[in-house]
Structure formats: structure tokens, C-alpha cells
């Protein structure tokens, strides 16, 4: 057992060990994010800034390919680390899994490098295949999307035989079916197809269910772990609603995709379906939240862990609002023939991703900072506890101001470029130096900024919570834990 509040590995599962290195190039990916945001920000309000050194182009593209990426990193870290305890049983196959944790980050890093010092290349087959795939979010080379297809077979191997050697549960027979499909989706986006609305409808499958559907279910099965571990939550409670997540992701996940073929060549009948089914796809998850915060009341909230419980919260509101509120308020055929493609995207996109997948991320750095000190206390009155509430003050402000300020400029390309001036080149041109699309800009890399300080004091608190703690987990969950 690691001493209380000495960072050690020893107090750590095989499982978890493996989750503690994804969780550290998800750190640093979210800072690599985090980095070519605040360049693609300045590049905006000042074109001439690296010119020549790195596109503006390139800067999205690692931008929105970290994001991508540091979100998946935690995604595994986060299964593996719960995969022992929830199955009752060693990770089978664990050597593999390191094996190719090695693979899957080196490859992560020479993609990166090829972004960054080769960045274009001719417009042939070698390109797509080396270089860059020139798919909008999934701009990875073929032979990347190859290993990814590859890493996630693997993951989705340790969990299905973990499980089947292990117990059975709710959270794991929901688990193991979305890794099938997280594998399978990703295959739409691999072939190849000239006609441009087959290759935007098949695009979409991987944007949309990749994304928005077996992501959403399987931040259901972390979180449903989270909150009976930090709240002693019912299991019946966080397993009820994971099932009913999966039906509403079949009742509403496939037909809510229908909100992004309005305008690519599909029938007309996807209007009313899109905009009609895109609205409940947040409804589970944020209803599994708030339900057991609300029957953890019994034990007037006491929990082992203040950040992660944070965090969690801070995931349901962020996921009503971003995916939910933020979305259907553009994605209405009637509304979107006027937003799609503005600022106004580019806001709920903010919100979405860092309200419905990065919280939960966040809540599992802090429940893995925990147990590696020893499971020390990291309730009430920590020392040191300044910096997650800080941090996340700072990540929050940033955020919801870059979402404002995208929002006001996606509100006047929306009036001036497609009301007004009809969706031509000198409505674009119009829309993009009238001064309310300035100020929103400058506002948003304002923003930006105090993200990044809510960045840096999260990467400080991860690295020093608990350390002069010396009060053990188990003063507060003796008299009122509640059976898994």
C-alpha cells in the first residue's frame, strides 16, 4: 500500500497502471489543444502571425485533432481504470494493452510532426495515405486510421475477455456492446467515394455516432462507475438510466445524425427527422446525473472526493447546455439554413465537447490522483484545495466566454452574410469586418487565455492534491458507504 500522500504506483491495480499512462498524454494532449487554439485565435485578429511557419489550417487541424485525441486518451484510461474493480477480475491480456499504448502514442506523435514540418502534399493517393486525409476532423493519414481501427480492437479484446472471465454487470454488458460499435463506426470514414454527398453522408456517420453516440454511451458507463464511487450510489439507479440511454441512442442517436444532412443532396424528409430526434440525444445521461445526486441526498452528499464530485455536476449541466440547449438551438432546419457553417457552430462545438466529454475526463484525473496518493481524503477542507476550485473557475470562465463570444458572432454572420447579403462572397467578406465580429473574436481570445491559466492550474493541482494530506478515505465512507 503507497503511504498516505506519497505519489506511488503501488496502490494501483494492473488495470489502473495502464490508465495512468493515458491519462498523461490525455494531459498533455489537452494542452497541445489547448496551445494551438490560443495560435489559431491570434492568426484570426492577426493573419500575418507565423505566416509562412505554420498555416492557419494546420493550427485547426491540431487544434480539433487534439481535442479528438486527448478525449479518447481519457476515455481508455478511464475504462481501464474502473475495468478490475466493475469485473472483479485481472485485465486479461494486459501485456498487449501496454504494447499497444506504445504503438498508438508513437503514432500519435508522428502524425503530429508530419502536421507540423511537411503540413500540404500533392493531390494523390500517397498524400492521403502519408500526409493528411483532408477530412475535416478526421484529417489523420490512412495508415493511422488503420492503427486506431487497431488500438481499439485491442482495447475492446482486454474488456470483452476481462468480463467474460470476470462477473457480469450492467455497466460492463453496456460497455462491452458500445467498444463494438466504437470500432465499427470509425470504419465509415476509411473508404473512399467521388461523390461529394455519399463521402459528406458516409463522413458523418463517423463525426456524428463516433462522436455523439458511442462517446456519449460510453461516458455513461465511466460516470456510472464515478458516481457510485464517489457517492455510493445505487447501482440499480446509474444502471437503469444507462439502459434507457441506449435505447434513446437508438430511438433518437441514428435519427438525431439527420441534422447534418440538411444541406449535402439528401431527401427532404430529413428536415423534420433531424431536427426533430437531435434534441433528446442528452437526456439520459444528464437524467443519471442529476437522479443520483438527488437520491445521494439520503447521506447529505458526502462524498470522497470534492473535485471529482465537481466535476461530475459540472459534466451534467455541461452537457444539458452544450449538447443539449446549445444544440437544438441551431440545429432546427429553419434556424440552420442560416447558422450552419457560421461562429454559431463553432460555439455549441466549445461547449458540447468540453461540457459533455473533457468534465468527465477531468473527474477521472482526480479520482486517479486520489487512489495514487494513497486514498487520501479530498473532501472537505484540503489542504491546498484552492487550485482545482481555481482552475475550474478559470476553465469555465473561458469557456463560457469563448461560447458567448462565438455565439454573438455566429449571431451576426447568421443576419448579415445569409439574411442580408444572401450567402454570396461579398456577404462572407462583409460579415467578417463588420465590428461586432471583431470584438467577438478579440473577446474570444481574451477568453481563451483564462482557459489556458484554468489549463495550468489544473496540471499543478493534478501534480500536488494531497500531497500534505494525512487523513485516509475511509474516515468518511465507514459509517455511510452504500453497497455497489
Known sequence: MTALGVFDSANLNG?????????????????????????????YLFPDFLYGVI??????????????????????GGT??????????????LGLGNLIFWVLTLAVVVVVLVYLLVQVGPAEM???????????????????????????????????????????TGIGGVLVMDLLALAGLYLAGMFYTPNVSVDQFWWWWVIHLWVEATWEVLVGCIMAYMLIVTLGVRRRIVETWLYIEVALMFGSGILGLGHHYFWIGTP????????????????????????????????????????????????????????GVW?????LPQINLYTHGTQWSASHGHLAFFGAYSTAVIAFFYLAAQKSRGNVWMSGNLAGGWKWKWSMAFLW???????????????????????IEGSSWVGYFTAQAHPWFVQAMKWRQISG???????????????????????????????SAQPA
Not at 492557419?56 to 481535442?67: E, G, M, P
Open 55 to 76: 498555416d492557419f489550417s494546420v493550427n485547426r487541424t491540431l487544434h480539433v485533432n487534439a481535442l479528438v485525441v486527448w478525449l479518447l486518451y481519457g476515455f481508455i
Open 80 to 93: 481501464y481504470w474502473m475495468l478490475e474493480d466493475e469485473a472483479d477480475h485481472k485485465v486479461v491480456g
Open 268 to 323: 427532404q424528409y430529413w428536415l423534420t427527422i433531424g431536427g426533430f430526434f437531435s434534441a433528446l440525444e442528452p437526456v439520459p445521461l444528464v437524467a443519471m446525473v442529476v437522479h443520483a445526486v438527488f437520491d445521494s441526498g439520503v447521506h447529505r452528499l458526502k462524498n470522497s472526493n470534492h473535485p471529482a464530485l465537481a466535476w461530475t455536476i459540472a459534466q451534467a449541466a455541461g452537457n444539458f447546455f452544450g449538447a
Open 327 to 331: 444544440g437544438f438551438m441551431h440545429t
Open 126 to 168: 500517397k498524400s492521403i495515405w502519408l500526409i493528411n486525409e483532408g477530412r475535416e476532423y478526421i484529417e489523420a493519414p490512412r495508415w493511422a486510421d488503420i492503427g486506431i481501427v487497431v488500438a481499439v480492437l485491442v482495447f475492446f479484446f482486454n474488456v470483452v475477455a476481462t468480463f467474460a472471465k470476470g462477473r457480469y
Open 397 to 419: 470562465m473561458g469557456m463560457i466566454g469563448m461560447t458567448m463570444a462565438l455565439l454573438i458572432a455566429g449571431y451576426e454572420q447568421s443576419q448579415i452574410e445569409r439574411a
Open 15 to 43: 488495470g489502473q497502471k495502464l490508465a495512468m499512462k493515458y491519462f498523461a498524454v490525455s494531459l498533455a494532449l489537452f494542452g497541445a489543444q489547448v496551445l494551438f487554439g490560443v495560435l489559431a485565435g491570434l492568426q
Open 449 to 479: 487565455y483564462l482557459f489556458s491559466l484554468g489549463y495550468v492550474l489544473l496540471v499543478w493541482d493534478l501534480f500536488t492534491i494531497g500531497k500534505r494530506e494525512t487523513r485516509p478515505i475511509a474516515e468518511l465512507h465507514a459509517p
